[in-house]
C-alpha cells in the first residue's frame, strides 16, 4: 500500500513516537462543564488505510510508525497514549438557521493536545470512535465513504493554501454501522490548532453561564492569540479577529469554488479554519447557485451564498459575546456592530486580492470587479470552473489566434470575444510579460480539485474492492494541486457524464 511517507521540510526537527509525544492538554483541564471525559470504543478489526506524513510533521510525529504493527491500536482506544486525557467537547449552534441548545462532539474524541517546537498547539482527535453524552442517540460511529472524504479533502485545502483541519490518518474496519443501509465503518484522525467553533460560545451564552463563556475566551486569547491580550478591549479584539479571518476565508473559499455544505455556526472554527467536511463540494461548471448538500432543499448554503451566511454565523458569535463586550448592554451592542459591519469591506478586499491573482492582474477599482463580474456570468452554467482558469494562465495578450482553446469553452462565444478584449486591454497596462503573469496565475489557479467524481471512485474501489490505492494517489496529487504532474492529466479532465448523479447529503 503506497502512502504519502515522503521528507518534509520539518524532518531535521525531533521526532515522536506515540507514547512519547508531549501532550499538554490544557482544554481537557477546563470545568466538567465544557466536555465529557470518555475514552474511544474500540472498532472491531481496524486496519491502516492511509497515512498524512505532511500532516504528521505538523506535531513532529514519525512518519515510520506508521508501520507498527500496534498503530491503530493507539488510536482506536485499545492501547493508550501516556499522557493523553480524551474529551468530548460541548458547543451549541444555529443548524440551518434555528437554535439547538446543546450539540458537541457525537462522534468525535479528543485525545489532547501536542506542542510542537514551533510553540503551535495542536489538538489530535478521532473521529467516529463511539458515542459520547452529545450523540443524540447515535452510534457514534463514522462511515467509510464520508470518511475517505474528509480526509482528502482537508489534504487538499491545505495544498491550496486555505485555512483549515488536517487529516493524519484513515483507518478501516471489518466492523459495519447502519445508516440506510450497512455501511463498513471507519475512523479518521484530524489534527487542528483548535476545534473551538462559534457554536462553543454560544453554548454558554444561551445557558446563562457567563463565568464559563468567559473563561472560554480567555482561553482561546491565551492559547491561540496571545498578542490580543495587550489590547484594550480584548474579547472585542477577538470578535475582530474572528471577523478578519472569517471574510478571507469565505474570499478564498470562493477562489477555488469550495462549497461547504453546512454552514451551521457549530460548523465555524473561531480561528477561522475550515471545519466538518461533511456534504462539501467543488465547482465543475461554474453555478452561483450550486447547492453541494442533497440535504439542503432551500438552498441556504449555495456555493453564492456563503459570504452572506458566514456573516449570519459571525452575527451569532459577536451575539454570544456581549457580556463580555460591556456590561452596559447598548454599548456592547454598539461595540459588536461597529465590528461586523467591517465584514463586508474586509470580504471585499480579500476577494478582490483573490480574483485579481486568478485573473492575473493588481485589480483595483470597479472596473476590474465588473470585469471578473461579468466573466462569471458568462461562465454561468457553461464553463468548468477549475479547468478554464488554469487555461487562463496562457492568454496570449499578443495573438489573439492562440486563445482559441478559450473561447471554445463558452457556449456564448460572442459574449465572450467581448470580454476577452477587454481582458486584453486590462492586461497590456501591466509591464509583466505573458510568462511572469503565467508564473504567478499558476501559483493561484489549481489543476488539480477533490472533484466529487474522483472522490467517488476511490470511495467505489475501497467498498467494492477493499482497494485503498487510489487514495494514495489523490492525496499525493491533490498536496501538490498547483503543479502540473503530466504523469497525472487525466485527473485534470472535464468529469465523465455519470458524475452528474453523484449525490451527497448530511448522512454518514
Known amino acids: 500500500m503506497k502512502r504519502d511517507m515522503g521528507v518534509t521540510e520539518h524532518d531535521s ?80 449552534g444555529h443548524q440551518f438557521g434555528v437554535y439547538v441548545p446543546r450539540l458537541g462532539d457525537g462522534r468525535a474524541i479528543l485525545l489532547g493536545q501536542v506542542r510542537n517546537d514551533n510553540g503551535e498547539l495542536w489538538d489530535i482527535q478521532v473521529k467516529g470512535s463511539g458515542p459520547t453524552r452529545y450523540s443524540r442517540q447515535g452510534d457514534g460511529r463514522a462511515v467509510l465513504r464520508s470518511t475517505i472524504r474528509e480526509y482528502l479533502c482537508s489534504e487538499a485545502m491545505a495544498g491550496l493554501g486555505i485555512p483549515t483541519t488536517r487529516a493524519l490518518c484513515l483507518m478501516g474496519s471489518g466492523q459495519h454501522v447502519y445508516r440506510e443501509q450497512p455501511e463498513p465503518a471507519a475512523m479518521l484522525v484530524r489534527l487542528a490548532q483548535s476545534h473551538i467553533r462559534f457554536g462553543s460560545f454560544e453554548y454558554f451564552y444561551y445557558s446563562d453561564q457567563y463565568d464559563y463563556l468567559r473563561s472560554l475566551a480567555d482561553y482561546v486569547l ?19 479577529e474572528a471577523v478578519k479571518r472569517t471574510a478571507r476565508l469565505m474570499a478564498q473559499w470562493m477562489g477555488v469554488g469550495f462549497a461547504h455544505g453546512v454552514m451551521n455556526s457549530d460548523n465555524m472554527s473561531i480561528l477561522g479554519l475550515t471545519l466538518d467536511y461533511g456534504p462539501f463540494g467543488f465547482l465543475d461548471t461554474y453555478q452561483e447557485g450550486f447547492i453541494c448538500n442533497h440535504s439542503d432543499h432551500q ?74 463580474q461579468d466573466l462569471l456570468k458568462l461562465m454561468e452554467g457553461q464553463v468548468d470552473y477549475t479547468r478554464f482558469f488554469r487555461a487562463l494562465c496562457t492568454f496570449d495578450s499578443i495573438d489573439s489566434v492562440n486563445n482559441t482553446g478559450l473561447r471554445d469553452q463558452f457556449v456564448d462565444r460572442e459574449g465572450f470575444d467581448a470580454w476577452v478584449m477587454r481582458y486584453q486591454r486590462r492586461v497590456c497596462q501591466s509591464t509583466v510579460s505573458d510568462d511572469q503573469r503565467a508564473q504567478k496565475m499558476r501559483m493561484v489557479n489549481p489543476k488539480y480539485i477533490l472533484r466529487n ?54 448522512s454518514s
Open 453 to 506: 467524481y474522483l472522490a467517488e471512485q476511490a470511495i467505489r474501489q475501497a467498498e467494492d474492492k477493499g482497494d485503498y490505492s487510489e487514495i494514495s494517489q489523490l492525496l499525493m496529487l491533490l498536496q501538490n494541486p498547483f503543479d502540473e504532474q503530466p504523469e497525472f492529466e487525466n485527473y485534470a479532465a472535464s468529469p465523465p457524464d455519470w458524475s452528474k448523479g453523484i449525490s451527497v447529503s448530511c
Open 299 to 372: 438552498g441556504r448554503y449555495a456555493f453564492g451564498r456563503q459570504p452572506e451566511i458566514a456573516l449570519f454565523n459571525l452575527t451569532c458569535l459577536a451575539q454570544s459575546l456581549l457580556p463580555l463586550l460591556s456590561q452596559d448592554k447598548d454599548e456592547a451592542l454598539t461595540m459588536a456592530r461597529a465590528c461586523l459591519e467591517s465584514y463586508w469591506p474586509q470580504f471585499q478586499t480579500q476577494y478582490q486580492s483573490v480574483y485579481g491573482a486568478k485573473l492575473g492582474i493588481d485589480a483595483s477599482g470597479a472596473e476590474d470587479f465588473q470585469l471578473w
Open 222 to 240: 491565551l492559547h491561540y492569540l496571545p498578542e490580543l491580550m495587550e489590547r484594550k478591549h480584548t474579547y472585542l479584539a477577538m470578535l475582530d
Open 13 to 92: 526537527r525531533p521526532a515522536y513516537t506515540l507514547d512519547k509525544l508531549p501532550f499538554e492538554n490544557s482544554y481537557s483541564r477546563l470545568p466538567d462543564e465544557f466536555c465529557q471525559h470518555v475514552n474511544p470504543e474500540p472498532l472491531q478489526d481496524t486496519h491502516l488505510i492511509d497515512f498524512s506524513a505532511r500532516a504528521a510533521a505538523l506535531i513532529q510525529l514519525d512518519p515510520q510508525v506508521a508501520q507498527q504493527t500496534d498503530f491503530c491500536a493507539y488510536f482506536t482506544g485499545q492501547k493508550t497514549m501516556a499522557g493523553a486525557r480524551p474529551v468530548a467537547m460541548c458547543y451549541a
